[in-house]
Antibody
């Protein structure tokens, strides 16, 4: 059974950066993608982007382009999401999640484009 | 504002049936992208409930079912139980956003 285990909670000041990790274990891992999703207090889920561990190609949500970097690969099965220039609105629980495929502007590829499993979540608090 | 629209809340008594709608557009649900549903309890990771419009992962009770038509999808829960009280999210992808993932705003289910 695949498991995703994330790093612990972080407290950061405005303007700082945060780097959250997500380690995959279990029956890894062919043709999979790691996505990052966040949930701010009282808000819904928000997709941030994805990384293809095989090769490291990334796709980021327009909202986060220029501020987010997703890294990691199959050699360590550990993935990272770094968010820079933090503001109070970045206070949220950040999740990693796996799919076994990805979607483009025309269609989806691979065997699954649903998020399963998910990491346990990492609370990032941005406060002066 | 979320790309997919869900009612903020729904409620029902134990044993009743409730439905949660998820309304999209021609660039996401209407474009043929699958719709997936997640159950989210506070302090836990979201749990996959329905995948590819209508399919239940193993372990999910058959009280949960999904459907899709045109630019909308729905999640139905029959035989409501107290443990079903949670937030529910629909999710798909959007061609106008280059295939980026999109979620509904979430629906809080209250079991009366």
């Amino acid at each position: 059974q695949v498991q995703l285990v994330q790093s612990g909670a972080e407290v950061k000041k405005p303007g700082a950066s945060v780097k959250v990790s997500c380690k995959a274990s279990g029956n890894t891992f062919i043709n999979y993608y790691i996505h990052w999703v966040r949930q701010a207090p009282g808000q819904g889920l928000e997709w941030m982007g994805r990384i293809n561990p095989s090769g490291g190609s990334t796709t980021y949500a327009q909202k986060f382009q220029g501020r987010v970097t997703m890294t990691g690969g199959t050699s360590t099965s550990t993935f990272y999401m770094e968010l820079t220039s933090l503001i109070s609105e970045d206070t949220a629980v950040y999740y990693c999640a796996r799919t076994r495929g990805y979607c483009s502007s025309t269609r989806c590829f691979g065997t699954s484009n649903w998020f399963d499993p998910w990491g346990q979540g990492t609370l990032v608090t941005v406060s002066p | 504002q979320s790309v997919l629209t869900q009612p903020p809340s729904v409620s029902g008594a134990p044993g009743q049936r409730v439905t949660i709608s998820c309304t999209g557009s021609s660039s996401n649900i209407g474009a043929g992208y699958d719709v997936h549903w997640y159950q989210h309890l506070p302090g836990t990771a979201p749990k996959l409930l329905i995948y590819s419009d209508t399919n239940r992962p193993s372990g999910v009770p058959d009280r949960f079912s999904g459907s899709k038509s045109g630019t909308s999808a729905s999640l139905a829960i029959t035989g409501l139980q107290a443990e079903d009280e949670a937030d529910y999210y629909c999710q798909s992808y959007d061609s106008s956003l280059s295939g980026q993932g999109v979620f509904g705003g979430g629906t809080k289910l209250t079991v009366l």
